[in-house]
Nanobody
């Protein structure tokens, strides 16, 4: 069973930065597409970033493009989300997810992911 554990969330002022980490165990991390999603109160869980198993392909929605960067270290079984120029609209619980199907192009949909972490809270104050 794959386990994903997020860390790095917290409280930051608008314009600041945070780096989230997601450590994976129990599976073959280097084969998984990895994604980050977020969910704000009373809102649907939304796609934030995804990276292919090789790290060569990354996707972002327009809302975070140019501010967020996803990366991975397969030797450490860890995926990262660097978040810069944060705004209060980025406040949410951030979830890491793994897709066990080997793909060249990551899924942008929640349904494309098989394993989820417990989430880490990110709060951006104005």
């Amino acid at each position: 069973q794959v386990q994903l554990v997020e860390s790095g969330g917290g409280l930051v002022q608008a314009g600041g930065s945070l780096r989230l980490s997601c450590a994976a165990s129990g599976g073959t991390f280097s084969r998984y597409t990895m994604g980050w999603f977020r969910q704000a109160p009373e809102k649907e869980r939304e796609f934030v970033a995804a990276i292919s198993w090789s790290g060569d392909v990354t996707y972002y929605p327009n809302s975070v493009k140019g501010r967020f960067t996803i990366s991975r270290d397969n030797a450490k079984n860890t995926v990262y989300l660097q978040m810069d120029s944060l705004t209060p609209e980025d406040t949410a619980v951030y979830y890491c997810a793994a897709d066990r199907t080997i793909r060249d192009y990551p899924s942008l949909r929640r349904e494309g992911y098989d394993y989820w972490g417990q989430g880490t809270q990110v709060t951006v104050s104005s």
